[in-house]
DNA sequence: CAGTGGTCTAGACCACTGG
DNA sequence: CAGTGGTCTAGACCACTGC
């Protein structure tokens, strides 16, 4: 492995082996970004648990050979990239879903007016959830192969007593074997962390592709709106460590209390 | 100024001085902290205009007092916040909206197969511009006071001959003091870049609300859509250096071919 | 080849947290 | 008080660009 080529004992052998047999350029590779590959992993072998605290710089720096500053980089991105939170004092920590001040880390539906937090929590309504044989347009963006098994859920989001959100949500059968309709019921707090915590799925990132649609009979009634009326789809494609898709999520937002906040920068 | 009372012959009066009279926290201010504010002055100030190089790190290093690693940081920061694109081995420039390989850096909407390039420039139009007294909904985000001069701007913008975008845009009157329709139907390339060279206004971030709304009669005839139809709404305030905003836009984009596309982490 | 940004190190010291 | 992350420095060397 490269980085023990480039130890304290050799500084100079830098560039990373890997791709140099081919007649590709070597792609070199700085040590800190190999050091992030290597905590990477851990973190999706589950050698720390979401929550947890991960090694001190020090310890990492003596672990990998290499100075507290380079650590120090390979930790500095991770943490741009949410997968790890510093706190100053005491650690850096493994990112999770649960124990967030914001509650739903990925939702950006606010209320029109006050905050997200002045509204209280969602009332949660399970309205389905059963396993099937994925069609080709359910299974091609979760990777999988047309018939393979996938679990589907259907609920109401309601704030306020408005129901807000009709979320249809499809999972691959292997990794969320054994999820139930009760469990979810049962369980307080956000969907993504009882993925963490019961299924060992931690989502790290999200694609989202938005259109206005006009609301057909299903989706009117759940949502209490005329049929033909205009609602925002959400649609989402949640991935887990290694750009693996993991999720796929088909949402019909109200837009009359609500709209959907996006920064550009 | 902190920065000249915390050089090297003093390397112990770190903490910011501002503040310090009030019974607040002196609110501690690494030196890092206060070079990223000097630098970012010079760039609202316009001693390096967008598209040049500013001085090299080396250079400002000497002009501060401090050492390269910290004015690394502070530019690292800024290159964060797209204000400054680094190009190792030529130097650190000003971004810009043009010469910029995406064209529209702040558009999300994505044709639904293909990518941006595929479908070529956009085709504009521009269907009304004219100075007016800004209404209180147009004044409030621009932090204008009700009645203040404004410019109104009304274009469709097409891809490969079907009208896709409809938007009005307001612009307050003092800083694009005589801009004309005239000068941007000929100007070519992003709007933000005419806004850059011509009155000196770099948008730097934005905020987007998004909404499903069904086309009125107007609407629909420029869009060449059914009365009714849904649409995308995306109101936009920009934002140039100071959170300081500069134009209020909103859009509706068909979403029968496109999508509006986002990415979460 | 000189000049730029990019990496890496080693060591000192600071701010924050908790026992 | 010890341990953690956060800042700052000084110097060496590497990768990339353009003359």
Redesign the pocket.
């Known amino acids: 492995m490269a980085i023990h080529t480039?130890?304290?004992t050799d500084?100079?052998a830098?560039?990373g082996d890997a791709g140099a047999a081919a007649g590709v350029a070597p792609a070199?590779s700085?040590?800190?970004?190999?050091i992030k590959v290597l905590i990477l992993q851990s973190l999706q072998a589950g050698e720390w648990k979401p929550g947890e605290?991960?090694?001190?710089?020090?310890?990492l720096?003596a672990r990998f050979?290499?100075?507290?500053?380079?650590?120090?980089?390979a930790?500095?991105e991770l943490?741009a990239e949410n997968l790890v939170v510093?706190?100053?004092?005491?650690?850096?920590f493994v990112a999770t879903h649960a124990e967030q001040h914001v509650q739903y880390r990925f939702l950006r539906l606010m209320p029109d007016s006050g905050d997200t937090n002045s509204e209280g929590p969602a009332e949660r309504q399970i309205i389905d959830c059963k396993r099937l044989r994925a069609p080709a347009d359910i299974a091609r963006p979760l990777s999988l192969r047309t018939g393979d098994a996938v679990l589907q859920l259907r609920r109401v989001l309601a704030f306020q007593g408005t129901p807000t959100i009709l979320e249809d949500v499809w999972l691959p059968g292997g990794p969320f074997k054994g999820l139930t309709a009760e469990r979810l019921a049962t369980h307080r707090g956000p969907m993504y962390a009882l993925f963490e915590t019961e299924f060992g799925v931690r989502m790290v990132r999200a694609e989202e592709k938005i259109r206005a649609i006009a609301a057909d009979e299903a989706s009117a009634m759940l949502l209490g709106v005329p049929v033909g009326a205009p609602l925002l789809s959400v649609e989402r494609i949640a991935f887990t460590y290694n750009d693996l898709p993991m999720e796929l999520r088909r949402g019909l937002y109200r837009t009359d209390t609500h709209h959907y906040k996006n920064d550009l920068s």
Chains 1, 2 share one sequence.
């Not at 050979?65 to 980089?73: D, E, I, L, P, Y």
């Open positions: 480039s130890s304290l500084p100079a830098l560039a070199f700085p040590l800190y970004q190999q605290a991960i090694p001190s710089e020090m310890d720096a050979r290499v100075s507290q500053g380079t650590v120090r980089k930790i500095d943490a510093r706190r100053q004092g005491k650690g850096t």
